[in-house]
């Protein structure tokens, strides 16, 4: 350990892995310690054991759930876009190799208090209850319209300029509805608040296509994909990576205390008594307290079930998404489910999610709407977090911290903050448009 | 014949030891037909995949060799995940490296599905002169805990290619497949349309 290492990454949360694993391909000595016994920090999935420590204590889960390891939940549940960001990360480097996806099999939107499918093809959107008849064909217009736009071929933006035109005077063009545009900009765009509305209808045009684009890439009935055995399965991945290029690794390491020099630059990392040097330090906000803020709080409940949630066609994974606008809430509530069919239950059992942005102090009440859809539960569990951002300046410190995850986060926003963090710490910035439209799969 | 009768199936085989006991040495030799005497401790490298064709059976091996992560205790659960078969190996000329070897061999009971093959590999054969563990211990070890037991040389590849085999036959005739999931590639998408419909 009294080496002199580039780096040290401390934190085996998935932004930590990936930057870790893109810092030692660049050939950079690296270091990566965690104070806990298991990879993933905050994005890691527990078993039944680690989940009832966590939760209950002293308690012990009831043998009626099955063995303990048949289960892989994830602390920071999320879908990955089938054709998003992160998908391109895992091109980019390479990790594919090391995973298995499969496709997920609904999205689903909550409307005037009932759950809908988010339509995956023409036959549904016929069918969808989501809108009449001849709104229908004045979405269906608005939708072509979408589908033909190319940002730099000016013939295909029927004359009007989208980095100015708002979504809201966009959408009033083809006459939707109140209804449609909650729909529109919730379930399909993935915004989270209403601002979009009034800003430059660009942002939401592509957000739609690669909804879209997603969603044609596996054939499935949803744009995303998730990992065989959980989210858990990412830092690993890119902790390999790491590894492979020659990184360190070393879990279970207490302390892990970040020591400065008189300027406050960080010399190195001392845990049980021994010191590492190092130029640079990578981390989550939980190892410089000192350095972070608090921006928010989020609200989650995690049940486990022996049943698909209600009116989702008996998905066995499966995202519903219900608007602010529908609970009169600031921020959207999101639910997401997963099963036995990506190896994250034994079988027979489901693992769902209630998450969003934490408005008041009591999950269980704040929650209810989401929870009140999932039917039955055999075991529940509530929590609230804070989420943190870095205050520093790295230039000065050399010290490079991550953001906290939103529940309400996606990938997106994780995958951004691994780049502009990638690039402060190197000066380099990685080009994943390469691999842009790329990526497709292959049953094996 | 009929073609189909011989099917196909893809397996995971992951590899354990000591440092230096020669499991680079023996994927090498298995994929590659390549022995170095000067074999560097495993960077850059450590996941190739080979095909091996037997009658009752193709076997494609996605083979998981490890990557420095052991060495502090910190080997990722995902190394395990889904495996059908795991090789832990020794080194003959070291007693060290096989009391390591019991300890892998525990720690994979403990952390992978039953219906894995394990198989406990004595490697370095050819240094007859510097033997430290007999045969005999390695395969009374092996007996008590019900794996397959194979001496073998990376070197002269003795036994090397009848390891793999081994194994191969065995997957055949447990059968029974694990992972049902999708890799994703880097190759062009052919979509398949638009979402919104019609037109
Ligand atoms: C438990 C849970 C919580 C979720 N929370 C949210 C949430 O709070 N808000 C939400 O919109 N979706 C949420 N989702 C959906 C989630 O965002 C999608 O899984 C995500 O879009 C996948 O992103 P990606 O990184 O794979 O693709 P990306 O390439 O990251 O995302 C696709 C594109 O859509 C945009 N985008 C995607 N998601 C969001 C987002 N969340 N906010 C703003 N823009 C986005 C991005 O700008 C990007 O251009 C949640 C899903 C689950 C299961
Ligand atoms: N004589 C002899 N030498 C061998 C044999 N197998 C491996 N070696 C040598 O032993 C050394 C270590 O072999 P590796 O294959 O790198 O061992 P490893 O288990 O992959 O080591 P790590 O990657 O460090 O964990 C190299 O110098 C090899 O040349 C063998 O069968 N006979
Ligand atoms: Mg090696």
């Known amino acids: 350990m009294d080496e002199e290492y580039d780096v040290i990454v401390l934190g085996t949360g998935l932004k930590e892995c990936i930057l870790s694993g893109l810092l030692s391909v660049d050939g950079l000595k690296v270091l990566h310690m965690d104070r806990n016994d298991y990879y993933g920090g905050e994005s890691t999935s527990l078993n039944l054991n680690q989940l009832w420590k966590r939760f209950r204590g002293d308690d012990k889960p009831p043998a009626q759930l099955g063995a303990s390891r048949d289960y892989n939940i994830d602390m920071n549940p999320k879908f990955i876009m089938a054709n998003g960001n992160l998908v391109r990360v895992l091109i980019h480097t390479d990790v594919t190799k090391y995973l298995s996806f499969k496709a997920v099999d609904g999205s689903f939107v909550f409307n005037k208090g009932k759950v809908h499918k988010v339509p995956s093809n023409d036959m549904e959107a016929l069918k969808s209850p989501l809108m009449g008849l001849f709104e229908k064909r004045r979405a269906r217009k608005f939708f072509i319209f979408v589908q033909n736009y190319i940002e730099n071929d000016p013939k295909t933006h029927e004359g009007m300029d989208l980095t100015r035109v708002t979504t809201k005077e966009l959408i009033a063009k083809y006459g939707l509805d109140y209804n449609t545009i909650d729909f529109i900009g919730h379930a399909l765009a993935l915004h989270r608040e209403d601002n979009y509305l009034s800003e430059p209808a660009l942002d939401t045009v592509k957000r739609m296509k690669l909804y879209a684009e997603s969603l044609a890439r596996f054939q499935g009935g949803s744009p995303y994909i998730y990992p065989l055995y959980g989210l858990g399965e990412l830092p690993q991945a890119f902790a390999r990576l790491s590894a492979v290029y020659g990184g360190t690794y070393m879990l279970n390491k207490p302390e892990c205390k970040v020591e400065f020099d008189e300027g406050g630059k960080v010399v190195g990392v001392t845990s049980e008594g021994e010191t590492a040097k190092c130029k640079k330090v990578v981390c989550d906000p939980s190892y410089l307290p000192g350095k972070v803020r608090k921006v928010g709080r989020v609200a989650r409940a995690i049940a486990i079930m022996s049943h698909p949630i209600p009116s989702t066609d008996d998905s066995h994974s499966v995202q519903i998404i219900l608007p602010q606008k529908q609970l009169n809430r600031n921020s959207d509530m999101y639910l997401f489910c997963c099963s036995y069919t990506h190896n994250v239950a034994p079988k027979g059992k489901f693992i769902a999610f209630v998450s969003t942005e934490a408005e008041t102090d009591q999950p269980a009440i704040e929650l209810k709407p989401g929870i009140d859809l999932l039917g039955p539960v055999d075991e529940i569990f509530f929590d609230i977090y804070d989420r943190y951002e870095p205050v520093n300046e790295p230039s000065l410190d050399n010290c490079f911290i991550s953001t906290s995850y939103d529940a309400t986060t996606h990938f997106e926003s994780t995958v951004d903050d691994v780049l502009n963090m990638y690039t402060l710490i190197t000066g380099k910035v990685i080009d994943l448009s390469v691999d842009l439209s790329a990526a497709s799969a292959a049953e094996e | ?199």
């Open chain 2, 1 to 199: 014949m009929a073609r189909n009768a011989n099917k196909s199936l893809q397996a995971k085989l992951v590899l354990l030891g000591d440092m230096g006991a020669g499991k680079t040495s023996l994927v090498l030799r298995f994929v590659k037909g390549q022995f170095s005497e000067y074999q560097e401790s495993t960077i850059g490298a450590a996941f190739f995949t080979q095909v091996l064709s037997l009658n009752e059976a193709t076997v494609k091996f996605d083979i998981w060799d490890t990557a420095g992560q052991e060495r502090y205790h910190s080997l990722a659960p995902m190394y395990y995940r889904g495996a059908a078969a795991a090789i832990v190996v020794y080194d003959i000329t070291s007693m060290d490296s096989f009391v390591r070897a019991k300890k892998w061999v525990r720690e994979v009971q403990r952390q992978a599905n039953s219906s894995l093959t394990m198989l406990l590999v004595a490697n370095k054969a050819d240094l007859e002169d510097e033997r430290k563990v007999s045969n005999e211990e390695g395969e009374e070890y092996a007996k008590e805990n019900g794996l397959s037991f194979l001496e073998t040389s990376a070197k002269t590849a003795q036994n090397v290619n009848e390891l793999f085999y081994e194994i191969g036959k065995r997957l055949a005739k447990a059968k029974s497949s694990h992972e049902t999931g999708m890799r994703l590639h880097s190759r062009a998408g052919q979509d398949r349309g638009g979402l919104f419909c019609c037109a």
